[in-house]
């Protein structure tokens, strides 16, 4: 049995009765975190827990929670309704609310073979960090004075506080992975002769692409990874009064706004296509040119001449063309169109490649890439693995995080000689858009964007320009999400009495009749509110995952068992949706016990609460039962209604056996009310003193 | 469809009174259907139940629940054996006519009806049904446009209207349409006016002896009996 194996989530032995499907954004993400998951939690304000989720998945959170690209963001489906869910943002507040920097690491070495990682970019360090977990002895060889590959001397400060990578070298350090810096490996045959059993190559894309113009070699011309690695390693370049950047890539917004914050004036980038075609990030061109930077569209440099120490720089103005083979237009040189300018220093940000010794003996392919097999990572030799930007080229930390993992487990299988156990993807995906008639129902909330440091503060240091959220916000914001494909199903189609119910109450028309007149709920669609769970007359319907389908009923169960321990019956019991106001904490002191005899059973919405679960309720013996739900800031449709109409049905029984009817409540508690609670107050009063009334009749002993 | 409702639960508890141990049956056809007996019904009937006895503190029925798929078939009925080995009453949510299948079945229990079989309809919204057919064997929807004027008139009249309607509204009760301006309007607008110019003579309900029998089977012998 594959031990090892079994705390990662790709091979995470899955529930065979949980049907969710895979969302788009766990798709898209290189890791395959559950997002959906932890953002679930964090509109819950159970950020712990969501910290737990992400470190699951995750081996160095509060990394990506700051630069990762969020590809999931790109995917996310909310996208479709307004705007997509700011992932990132909530995962950076789950690491910093939830306390990320006080986990701690541990692990020991329980296998005889040691592994060498050569390099300590993102890969290497992943791969380390999972090797360690495994249980083997790990060196990381790295040859800067420092580690973090370019998350050292790549990324800025102002965009990743060295402090986090910090934190994290520290938490493998105390883990026991042992750290040679300043050694840069040129053959991979010594460290077989030392002892190592298998080598993982990271040495990342370090050699800048050249522009191939004239005078490209003139002092004062300088490529973008040199010219960030000085600035991260503590060096200040000088580089006069005008700079330009050539490139429209992250690198080259970096170089730019790095420049900015060494004190200079006037930063252009030169960029030779058009803004729709810059690969950058658009938030951060947003915020370059927050920061003054001019950038010029459709220019190229053509000579670079240098003379009084400075350099004129003769350009050709572009004009978008054909499509090239990456879809995007050409661009070609316009006539005429040449002019020259001055600057002091150029910055050539236009790429970069992996440049590997050839002492390693890898066979090298395109674009200078280390040539690997992509499910194993093993290179043409034995007990060589390589991944990361030296395998893709530049490419991302996340992918790199995924390479470094993949790789762990791959050569924990080749040094336990075991057949390497295909990456099994056991759930199905979610595919397939909105319906406009689907989209038409959900709800528009507008996403919550975090601060950023005000502009003014921001050029002149390195200071973090992202703020983290605020605890409301980041709930507000979670709470947007679509909850895609835990919806529900029809798990028993014979019962189906294909009565159409649900197709009559579902808010958002997603079941249907298909032409051979089955019901149908597709589950792109579903919205996953509940509501058809709970008034299906034939009970055929389900949430897809088994721990929402027992959810009510078994915090319920919680409920009345602890009440039964502490030999008090409960006097109310409350069922209070999770999120929103009890997330933000409004209501938090209905839990510290402050109410005496108030028991709360917390649901995710009260569309969930069944009518046989308010029955149940009072068959505790409980004097009053309420539901407490977020009315018009329910993120989902018709949840209050629904809830108001099983209400009333118990009520009727309530009333048929001589209870007041009144002693059921439902309450739609909103955060923007002085005191949301007020309600709440006066109904426990309201049913104390039915109580005492009942108590004096004798009905009841005291 | 069959459309029924719930009896009142002081009902249903008077009427199980007698009993310890209780069986809550419910059908997963039209019962479902209408609402009065599905399984979510049943559930939540069992709880009502359960907490009535709670409250009162009478006697202390055990209940048991199971839905059949429908309850008008010996063939399902006969998936209910092991389950009334240890019951003493079976309470059915089925229409009158699974109470009666039931009872057939298993000649030595007691079958108590839990719902008011009330008659044929169709939906008219979720939640709501109306009745459309009175089952009388003698169907006449050709002559009337589809419209059944034995289910839909008050008085049930073959010659309609009767001297009462106001602005398109019944007599006996001012929110019901008529239902011989509906035969009327419908008529006029399939152009098949002269059909409402004839005598209907009375019906004749002697020859429709009770219960009925239909029988789909080819060949079957003439005079056989009902037995
Ligand atoms: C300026 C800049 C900004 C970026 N911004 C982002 C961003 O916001 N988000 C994002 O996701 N990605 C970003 N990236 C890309 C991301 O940093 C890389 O994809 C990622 O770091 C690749 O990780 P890696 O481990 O493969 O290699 P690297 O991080 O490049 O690490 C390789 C390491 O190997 C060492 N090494 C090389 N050769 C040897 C040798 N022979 N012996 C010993 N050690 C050696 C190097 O010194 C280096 O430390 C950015 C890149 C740059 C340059
Ligand atoms: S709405 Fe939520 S579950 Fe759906 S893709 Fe976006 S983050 Fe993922
Ligand atoms: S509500 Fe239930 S029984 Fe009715 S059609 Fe839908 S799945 Fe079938
Ligand atoms: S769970 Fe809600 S959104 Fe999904 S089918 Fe049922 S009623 Fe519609």
Known sequence: MNVANQSYPENRSENASDHSLVPPCQDACPLHMDIREYVGLVSQGRIMEALQVIRTGNPFPSICAYVCTHPCEDACRRSQVDKPIAIRS???????????????????????????????????????????????????????????????????????????????????????????????????????????????????????????????????????????REVNLGLKPSLGKRVAVVGGGNVAIDAARTATRLGIKKVSILYRRSRAEMPADPKEVEQALEEGIDIIYLVTPTIIKRENKRLNVTCVRMELGEPDESGRQRP???????????????????????????????????????????????????????????????????????????????????????????????????????????????????????????????????????????WEQAINEARRCLRCGVGVEILFQDKCATCLTCLRVCPYHVPYLDVSGTIRIPADQCQACGICVAECPAKAIVLRKPFDRRQVTDELGHTIKSAAESKNKPLIIGFCCQYGLYGTGTLARLWRGAKAGVSIVPVLCVAKVEATHLLSAFKTGAEGVFVAGCGEQCARENTTYWVKQRVAKVRKVLGSIGLEPERLQVFALSSTAEDPAEELDKFVEQIGSLRLASVIKGEVKS | MIVAEQKPLEEIRRMIAPYQRVLILGCGTCMTVCDAGGELEVSFLHNALQLAQARSGDVAHTFYEHTLKRQCDPEFLGLLDEKTADVDVILSLGCGIGVQAVAERLPDMPVLPGVNTSFMGMTKESGVWDERCAACGDCRLEDTAGICPITRCTKGILNGPCAGPKKGKCEANKDMDCAWILIYQRLERLQQLDKMRRYYPPRNYRPIPRPRRITSKAGTMAGEGNG
């Open chain 1, 90 to 228: 909530l995962k950076r507040f789950a690491v910093e609310f939830g306390g990320d920097r006080m986990v701690r690491a541990e692990a020991e070495t329980k296998h005889a073979e040691k592994v060498a990682i050569v390099g300590s970019g993102p890969a290497g360090l992943a791969c380390a960090y999972y090797l360690k977990k495994l249980g083997y002895a790990v060196t990381v060889l790295e040859a800067h004075s420092e580690l973090g590959g370019m998350l050292r001397v790549g990324i800025p400060q102002y965009r990743l506080p060295r402090e986090v990578l910090n934190i994290e070298v520290q938490r493998l350090i105390r883990m026991g992975v042992e750290i040679r810096t300043d050694t840069r490996v040129v053959s991979l045959d010594l460290l077989f002769e030392l002892g190592y059993k298998a080598i993982f190559i990271t040495i990342g894309a370090h050699q800048s692409l050249r522009m191939g113009i004239e005078g490209e070699e003139s002092p004062g011309v300088i490529d973008g990874a040199t010219f960030l």
């Open chain 1, 332 to 470: 070609v040189p316009i006539k005429d169109s040449v002019f020259i300018e001055k600057f002091d220093t150029l910055i050539a940000a236009i790429g970069q490649a992996p440049q590997t010794p050839s002492d390693f003996g890898v066979r090298i392919g395109r674009g200078s890439t280390i040539q690997v097999d992509p499910s194993t990572l093993t290179t043409n030799r034995v007990g060589v693995f390589a991944g990361g930007d030296a395998v893709t080229g530049p490419a991302t930390v996340t992918e790199a995080l995924a390479a470094g993992r993949l790789a762990a487990l791959r050569i924990d299988d080749y040094l336990q000689h075991r057949y390497p156990l295909p990456v099994k993807e056991t759930k199905e995906k979610l595919g397939g858009d909105l319906l406009p008639k689907t989209i038409e129902m959900i709800k528009k909330i507008e996403r919550v964007e975090p601060p950023n440091l005000a502009f003014e503060a921001r050029a002149k240091d390195f200071e973090t320009v992202e703020l983290v959220y605020g």
